[in-house]
């Protein structure tokens, strides 16, 4: 790949009207083809559709003008290297994993819009002042080992070696499956960025939302992403017989739980930007006849910053203590994540804002609910983040989620002008 110097960006750079989109949607179907499940879309960490999927984009990658690696974790690097050695470098990424029974777009549409980009760029003979990265992370979603970002917290430098100790479901550790599909675990540390070396990190999304599609805005500015705590709640009660156990002297955990759900209902009705979710709620062994003994539930709980989310688990937890000693049960309580909330950067959210306002979208500002790869970049490097409207109302994590070619075409303009702005402005 050659790497002469800059080009000045002519009309050459900017394509027609819905070329991007266009070859964006053929691209998403083509990365559909590989999945897990008939009739639908399943791609999990190292699964042989993840695997194809990540052969996929190497290729495509390559392709465009990029110099291609895959590293130990999995994730697909390409380069589009700079005239000097020396220069900075922004990544572009997003993921290309799935949960189950997925929509096309979460996650692998930004790797496709950064790809397209690339491929103009280097037909026009268009070389930036920064190296940039567009990388496919290959695990977000957190599926296949119940724990999310493998592959960005590598490169974030927050790798933590406990996770190849963890077991899918069918009993394999990270470790185990990792070495079995070529990598090498060994070597995950080298993978860490040196912030030193950053330029940025930019990340273009489907909303997961309908926020953008009530507010009839192609595109939007994330301004923030909520950090979220996910905890695991064990109720034990006592069991006992449904018809001759008086209700003043019972200890039903199902009937603690429910008291749990509602507190977190009502806390997080006392602040903007907060949400709390109950998410798994379940009697084992419950039968019809008698008094649970035990529930189990979920907290998923979300802010834009980590002190409104913590002071709101802080009184859910003083809650659950006082349902607990009036029903007398006993409650445990085991977190299973912890991301902090991560602000996205004033400067790139105004160079977003202008390369959306080129692409002929107004500017539209919103936080972000769901949690994702830039998170890991957060307090690492700037970080700006470009959502892209969903369809059908916004679902996401589904079949039914969609994404019009012509919003698929502004987000890939708007990246375009991003990296053009950042390349007359961008060098720090």
């Known amino acids: 790949m050659s790497s002469g110097p800059p080009v000045e960006p002519t009309s050459e750079v900017r394509p027609d009207a819905g070329d991007l989109g266009a070859r964006i949607m053929a691209l998403a179907d083509r990365l559909a083809e590989h999945s897990e499940s008939r009739g639908g879309l399943t791609c999990t960490y190292l ?39 020396g220069a900075k470098t922004l990544i572009v990424g997003s993921h290309y994993d799935t949960v189950h029974d997925a929509g096309k777009y979460d996650g692998r549409l930004g790797i496709l819009a950064a790809l397209v980009v690339v491929e103009r760029l280097h037909r026009a003979g268009v070389r930036l002042p920064y190296h940039l990265e567009v990388v496919a992370f290959s695990e977000e979603e957190g599926v296949r080992f119940s724990k999310p970002f493998i592959g960005s917290s590598a490169v974030a430098g927050r790798f933590d070696p406990a996770m190849l100790k963890l077991r899918d479901a069918t009993g394999f550790t990270l470790a185990e499956l990792m ?12 993978v860490a960025r040196d912030p030193a070396t950053l330029l940025g990190y930019l990340e273009v999304h489907i909303e997961q939302g309908p926020a953008l599609l009530q507010a009839g805005s192609p595109l939007g500015i994330v301004t923030a992403i909520n950090g979220g705590v996910r905890q695991l709640i064990a109720v034990t009660g006592t069991a006992g ?34 949400v709390g979710t109950v998410g798994q709620l379940a009697v084992p062994n419950g039968a019809v006849n008698v008094i649970p003994g035990a529930c189990e539930l979920s907290i998923d709980v979300r802010a834009g910053d980590d002190a409104t989310r913590d002071a709101a688990v802080r009184d859910v937890h003083a809650e659950i203590e006082r349902i607990a000693a ?46 994702h790869d830039a998170l890991m970049f957060g307090g690492m490097t700037d970080i700006g983040m470009l959502f892209v409207r969903c369809g059908n109302g916004g679902i996401s994590h589904n079949p039914t989620e969609t994404v019009a070619a012509e919003d698929a075409d502004s987000a890939a303009r708007a990246l375009l002008e ?11």
């Open 47 to 85: 699964s042989p559709a993840h695997r194809a999927v990540a052969m996929l984009l190497r290729d495509w990658m390559r392709a465009a003008g990029m110099a291609v690696a895959i590293d130990p974790v999995a994730n697909v690097v390409g380069r589009y290297a700079a005239a000097h050695p």
């Open 179 to 190: 070495q079995e599909t070529g990598l090498d675990p060994s070597a995950i540390s080298a």
């Open 241 to 274: 017989h449904a018809g001759t156990v008086p209700m003043a002297m019972r200890h039903d955990a199902a009937a603690a739980a429910a008291e749990i759900v509602l507190a977190v209902e009502r806390r997080w009705q006392q602040a903007t930007g907060l």
């Open 326 to 371: 009036r029903r007398g049960v006993r409650v445990a309580v085991r977190e299973t994540l912890r991301t902090p909330a991560a602000s996205c950067a004033p400067r790139l959210q105004a160079v977003l804002a202008q390369a959306a306002e080129r692409a002929g979208a107004a500017a539209h500002y919103l936080s972000s609910g769901a949690g």
């Open 418 to 428: 991003a990296l053009l702005l950042l390349a007359q402005g961008g060098r720090r």
